[in-house]
């Protein structure tokens, strides 16, 4: 295990929070694979059905994925390792706190202009490396000297529900979310999402439809005549290259209907002002929270898993 777990995890230096990165942090993704090659981020592999899965399919390309339970970070590292890739690399992290620093997504322009969102900086990021430099003074933080990277798509397939209403803010795609994956996507990124959830379809949908930063190739069709308000479907077809998994047959046997949804990213630049703050990852940050706070609805095992995690 230990052998594999060498092989597969992303090193990284760890932060305040649990699964968090330290602010500052710098991981060179091309010297990590090996090799410059688009790189898919998935968040929230599970047990790494899919990660294998398109791994094999797609041996050009590179898989990142972000992992933020223990158990489920295990199982992604035997599933890979068996099935001998070498192009997966398994982060136990959560995405929505590490993305942002692992992509550089607050540093300024490279010299050519390719992309308008080289101007972006990422909020989230920026918020991370201040408390780190007030917390711990600047000589602890190891300034990020690195480049700009990008991932080519990001994967959100059956996040967490958080069913109750008064859970919904803990969803992970969010406006804020959305704002940290369109600062990691290149230009024309993808970002595929899944739910057997009704109403996680309906907001993803409407976080797109609301980004600036994407365009829904998919606004207007696959009407759903169960949605709430004005039906105005915006769901892709089911994607081709997602493999069932325990989480979608749960769904589907329980009578709940999958719904994909696809956003593409523009060219438009990111105006910091405009970005909503996540109050999740900014307590992350400022160290106050563990991934426990957002893990309640996990079943029984799962809340096992990061007890023992401590
Ligand atoms: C419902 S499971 C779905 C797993 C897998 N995508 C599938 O379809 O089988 C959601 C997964 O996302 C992980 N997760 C939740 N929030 C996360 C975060 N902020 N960063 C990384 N992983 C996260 C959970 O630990 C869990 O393994």
Redesign the pocket.
Known sequence: MEEHSEKYLLPFEKGVGQATIAAGSHIDLAAVFGREAPIVVE?????G??LVHAATLHPEWDFLA????AP?VARCVNAVSRAELDNVKIAE????QALPIIFGAHLGSESSATHAAEQVTAHVAEQALAHAIERDGAHDVVQNAGQRQYASQVWT????PWRKKKHRKRR?VSPSFAHTVAAILQPDGVWRMATDWDNYAWQMRDVIAESPWFRNPYAGQNIDFTDEGIYQGGFAPRFEERVM????ERGLEAQRKVHDVVAVRNNLGIDDAEVPEDPWVSAVARGETVLAD?GGERPASSRRGLAQLG
Request: charged share 25%; aromatic share 20%.
């Open positions: 968040v929230g592999p599970g047990s059905e899919q972000f992992e933020a339970w489920g992290l959560d995405a929505a397939f059956f996040p967490d992970i998994t325990r989480f979608e957002r």
